[in-house]
């Protein structure tokens, strides 16, 4: 018999699924007498808006095979919404892709822009793990890091932002962003800024990478990830998109369109609705604004510290102890939040805690914190 190598599952070179790690604490939260309030995962559970549906079922008739591009419409939806609401200029439908998800999109978004063994990505110091997994799924090197200093004379091939955070809630300014620009450019460093919470913030200004303040109106280099599971409640449907460079934007099509990740239609018509309808977004930032009113007044009254925070869906707090610990001494009250373990080393004594549950369920979490 020829000798053929050894076989070598990715998932070798993984890191543990973070949410694994949970089960002893998820069953001590839930032996509580009033039983289990979820606080982990930042999952929407209020109703996709009418108007979103309505196109969903509309399209659903469809029986052919959609194309990786998406339609002109969804296309264009997409750059009216990011000019509309975030003020992006520039961008033009051959500048814009949809994702099945921004997670697959960041996934495998080093494999196909060519990373492979020898190349560095850059991810922030606490960042949601899927950066990482990315990168190692195309045999990259990942380094953490939040300064542009800590790099040195280093030149990585790709370098994550994250503003606002997940999990921190924190923005990132202007200067710090054109800075960041800047230095990318220097060196030829592909920029991808996740800005899944763009939509969501409660204190001052987030900027994406692509608004003219930070990119003087070039976005050669830069890709903004965005999603709509978090804005317009549709985590269930998959729904995400990419937007930028368009010579970067090709080549992620030309791979995908290989890999048939095609957005089904009846999606791409929900997203076309979701993206021209600013009214259902307002309402459901509404009403996250007013979970946290609730929920970050209590977890203070509790003895904790909430670091940054200020955009996003989580509350970053500390009692400066081990997160496992805080992990613990929520579960004895039946609530379960995320270890800031999960998002790197320098989370190891913050916990992360979701908005994302419904008004009963955060006055039962406050009643129980008081």
């Given at each position: 018999?020829?000798?053929?190598?050894?076989?070598?599952?990715?998932?070798?070179?993984?890191?543990?699924?973070?949410?694994?790690?949970?089960?002893?604490?998820?069953?001590?939260?839930?032996?509580?007498?009033?039983?289990?309030?979820?606080?982990?995962?930042?999952?929407?559970?209020?109703?996709?808006?009418?108007?979103?549906?309505?196109?969903?079922?509309?399209?659903?008739?469809?029986?052919?095979?959609?194309?990786?591009?998406?339609?002109?419409?969804?296309?264009?939806?997409?750059?009216?919404s990011?000019?509309?609401?975030?003020?992006?200029?520039?961008?033009?439908?051959?500048?814009?892709?949809?994702?099945?998800?921004?997670?697959?999109?960041?996934?495998?978004?080093?494999?196909?822009?060519?990373?492979?063994?020898?190349h560095?990505?850059?991810?922030?110091?606490?960042?949601?793990?899927?950066?990482?997994?990315?990168?190692?799924?195309?045999?990259?090197?990942?380094?953490?890091?939040?300064?542009?200093?800590?790099?040195?004379?280093?030149?990585?091939?790709?370098?994550?932002?994250?503003?606002p955070?997940?999990?921190?809630?924190k923005?990132?300014?202007?200067?710090?962003?054109?800075?960041?620009?800047?230095?990318?450019?220097?060196?030829?460093?592909?920029?991808?800024?996740?800005?899944?919470?763009?939509?969501?913030?409660?204190?001052?200004?987030a900027?994406?990478?692509?608004?003219?303040?930070?990119?003087?109106?070039?976005?050669?280099?830069?890709?903004?990830?965005?999603?709509?599971?978090?804005?317009?409640?549709?985590?269930?449907?998959?729904?995400?998109?990419?937007?930028?460079?368009?010579?970067?934007?090709?080549?992620?099509?030309?791979?995908?369109?290989?890999?048939?990740?095609?957005?089904?239609?009846?999606?791409?018509?929900?997203?076309?609705a979701?993206?021209?309808?600013?009214?259902?977004?307002?309402?459901?930032?509404?009403?996250?604004?007013?979970?946290?009113?609730?929920?970050?007044?209590?977890?203070?009254?509790?003895?904790?510290?909430?670091?940054?925070?200020?955009?996003?869906?989580?509350?970053w707090?500390?009692?400066?102890?081990?997160?496992?610990?805080?992990?613990?001494?929520?579960?004895?009250?039946?609530?379960?939040?995320?270890?800031?373990?999960?998002?790197?080393?320098?989370?190891?004594r913050?916990?992360?805690?979701?908005?994302?549950?419904?008004?009963?369920?955060?006055?039962?979490?406050?009643?129980?914190?008081?």
């Amino acid at each position: 018999m020829v000798a053929r190598p050894e076989r070598r599952p990715p998932v070798r070179a993984l890191p543990v699924f973070p949410w694994d790690t949970l089960v002893e604490a998820r069953s001590r939260a839930a032996a509580h007498p009033d039983g289990l309030v979820d606080l982990t995962v930042g999952t929407p559970v209020d109703p996709v808006a009418p108007v979103i549906r309505e196109a969903l079922a509309a399209e659903s008739a469809e029986p052919g095979y959609p194309t990786t591009v998406g339609r002109l419409d969804l296309r264009e939806a997409m750059v009216g919404s990011l000019a509309r609401r975030y003020g992006v200029t520039g961008l033009t439908p051959d500048s814009v892709l949809p994702a099945i998800g921004t997670k697959e999109l960041i996934a495998g978004l080093p494999a196909q822009l060519g990373l492979g063994p020898g190349h560095t990505v850059v991810v922030p110091e606490v960042a949601y793990p899927t950066y990482e997994v990315g990168a190692l799924l195309a045999g990259a090197t990942v380094v953490r890091a939040d300064s542009l200093v800590q790099l040195g004379p280093s030149s990585p091939t790709l370098l994550y932002l994250n503003s606002p955070s997940n999990p921190s809630g924190k923005v990132l300014g202007p200067e710090h962003l054109r800075k960041v620009v800047g230095w990318a450019r220097e060196r030829g460093v592909i920029v991808a800024s996740d800005e899944c919470y763009l939509g969501l913030v409660w204190e001052g200004e987030a900027l994406s990478i692509l608004d003219p303040r930070v990119c003087d109106g070039d976005h050669t280099g830069l890709l903004a990830l965005h999603s709509l599971s978090k804005t317009s409640n549709l985590a269930s449907y998959r729904a995400g998109f990419v937007a930028g460079d368009p010579a970067l934007v090709a080549e992620l099509l030309a791979v995908r369109k290989h890999a048939g990740l095609m957005m089904p239609l009846p999606i791409q018509s929900a997203m076309t609705a979701a993206l021209g309808d600013d009214a259902h977004e307002d309402d459901q930032r509404e009403r996250y604004r007013a979970r946290r009113a609730l929920l970050r007044p209590a977890v203070e009254q509790a003895g904790f510290r909430i670091d940054h925070s200020e955009a996003g869906l989580y509350l970053w707090a500390t009692r400066d102890e081990r997160c496992r610990d805080t992990v613990d001494w929520f579960a004895e009250r039946g609530l379960l939040v995320a270890p800031g373990e999960f998002y790197g080393p320098a989370g190891a004594r913050h916990v992360r805690i979701a908005l994302t549950a419904t008004d009963a369920t955060i006055a039962e979490a406050v009643r129980r914190l008081a």
